[in-house]
């Protein structure tokens, strides 16, 4: 009879010991991770380096909406600060407030376990929850930054790397897609489809603009192209390149632009490594290249369709805050606003619509993709002919 008891005060002290290393374990764990800056693997400046704000203050900040949260256990009920709680490691410095870090935990473990125990298989149907992160998609000279930059005043960009790069604040963390152009020369396949149609937290914004307007914009300001007479030495390893050519392309007429080969830098593999592109590619003009480069948003388009925005940027241009505005109502992104955010003025600058010759319409109209134009709202119409004095 006596050794029942010893025996239990054996367990105990082994369980007690047991429990009290595997506490401190995880608690060296969740410090360490808390303390880690992240370390960025594309060599961009890390967040916490940008702003050394510590982390509960950007919590604080504008990430949570002043007219939604009453309480911690709101906070931590917005999508969008238990993303930065949950892979919350880029916004913690040593500096920050971890009172108010374990409090949002405690809330968010809490939420979990609710959501676990109440959870409906059907209920993702029918009551999606909103996107929490914006990304922008779009062509070269199609108006990306200028759409980035009026998102910017509404929104709190999810990757904010560099204020002086204004046009990566709605990049991608999805790596094949890392910068706004993420242009690669082959179609997303199907691992990386997956993975898209998995981030129903993303609203994707695709910038376009008018194949004819675009053209033109690709002649007096042709980003990264090569000339094919010779790809790989004119477009070495990790230079940028593109504007070298805009002289001798002026030598060019519009009409014979439009049938020019179009070597392309491969942007996405040399520009910090934001991408899997190993090669350079050589289109047949650069309506083709625009072929592809819509063949992938479209794609994108068909894997999410919900969470998609397409922005042409004449329509965008004469009213940036209807868009705004239209992106707040369909995917209601009231918390996502900034506090004090102030309705937007029209553009500065309104790109005009050109209008074409006889031999260079032609050229377009036979050249241009209309059926994949369409998915993008655009027509032959777009296009538009001069008449011509008589
Ligand atoms: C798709 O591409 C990724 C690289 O982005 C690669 O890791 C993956 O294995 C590929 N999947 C398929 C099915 O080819
Ligand atoms: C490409 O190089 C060839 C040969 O030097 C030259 O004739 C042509 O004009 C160049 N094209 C462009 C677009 O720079
Ligand atoms: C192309 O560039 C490479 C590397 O600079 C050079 O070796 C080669 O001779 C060039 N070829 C032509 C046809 O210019
Ligand atoms: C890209 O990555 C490769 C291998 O990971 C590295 O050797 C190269 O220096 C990187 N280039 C840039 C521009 O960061
Ligand atoms: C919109 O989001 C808020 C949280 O910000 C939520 O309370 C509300 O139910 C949502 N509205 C719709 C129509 O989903």
């Known amino acids: 009879m006596a050794a029942i008891p010893k025996l239990n005060v054996h367990v105990l002290v082994i369980a007690i010991f047991m429990f009290i290393s595997l506490m401190a374990s995880v608690q060296r764990v969740i410090w360490s991770a808390m303390m880690m800056p992240w370390d960025n693997d594309d060599g961009h400046p890390r967040r916490v380096d940008m702003d050394s704000k510590p982390w509960s203050t950007i919590v604080n900040d504008d990430d949570i909406d002043d007219y939604t949260t009453a309480s911690l256990r709101d906070a931590a009920n917005q999508p969008f600060i238990q993303n930065k709680i949950r892979g919350g490691r880029d916004y913690v410095t040593k500096k920050a407030n971890n009172h108010l870090l374990k409090k949002l935990r405690t809330a968010l473990t809490t939420a979990d376990h609710a959501n676990i125990h109440h959870h409906h298989p059907h209920r993702a149907a029918t009551d999606p929850v909103s996107p929490t992160n914006i990304y922008i998609l779009g062509e070269r000279n199609?108006?990306?930054n200028y759409a980035a930059s009026i998102l910017k005043k509404a929104f709190i960009p999810p990757n904010d790397m560099d204020p002086s790069r204004l046009h990566e604040a709605f990049s991608s963390d999805i790596p094949i897609l890392r910068h706004k152009h993420m242009f690669r020369h082959s179609l997303l396949n199907e691992t990386e489809l997956n993975e898209i149609s998995g981030r129903t937290d993303i609203l994707w914004i695709l910038v376009v603009r008018r194949p004819c307007d675009w053209a033109e914009a690709m002649k007096r300001l042709p980003w990264h192209?090569?000339?094919t007479t010779n790809i790989s030495s004119d477009c070495p390893g990790t230079k940028l390149v593109g504007f070298e050519h805009s002289k001798t392309l002026m030598k060019y007429s519009f009409a014979e632009f439009m049938e020019l080969e179009?070597?392309?830098?491969p942007e996405s593999s040399n520009f910090r490594n934001l991408s899997f592109v190993s090669k350079d590619f050589i289109y047949r003009n650069v309506f083709e290249l625009r072929r592809h480069k819509l063949q992938l948003m479209k794609q994108i388009v068909d894997m999410v369709p919900r969470n998609v925005k397409i922005v042409r940027l004449?329509?965008?241009?004469?009213?940036?805050?209807?868009m705004i505005q239209n992106l707040i109502t369909e995917f209601n992104l009231?918390?996502?606003?900034?506090?004090?955010?102030?309705p937007q003025q029209p553009s500065a600058k309104q790109h005009r619509e050109k209008c074409l010759s006889d031999e260079e319409w032609e050229i377009a109209q036979r050249e241009i993709d209309w059926e994949m134009e369409a998915n993008f709202g655009y027509t032959f119409?777009?296009?538009h002919r001069c008449y011509e004095e008589q």
């Open 314 to 322: 004449h329509e965008l241009e004469l009213s940036p805050e209807l």
């Open 334 to 342: 009231t918390r996502l606003l900034r506090k004090n955010y102030r």
């Open 225 to 227: 192209m090569c000339n």
């Open 142 to 144: 199609s108006g990306t």
């Open 262 to 265: 179009w070597g392309d830098w």
């Open 381 to 383: 119409l777009d296009c």
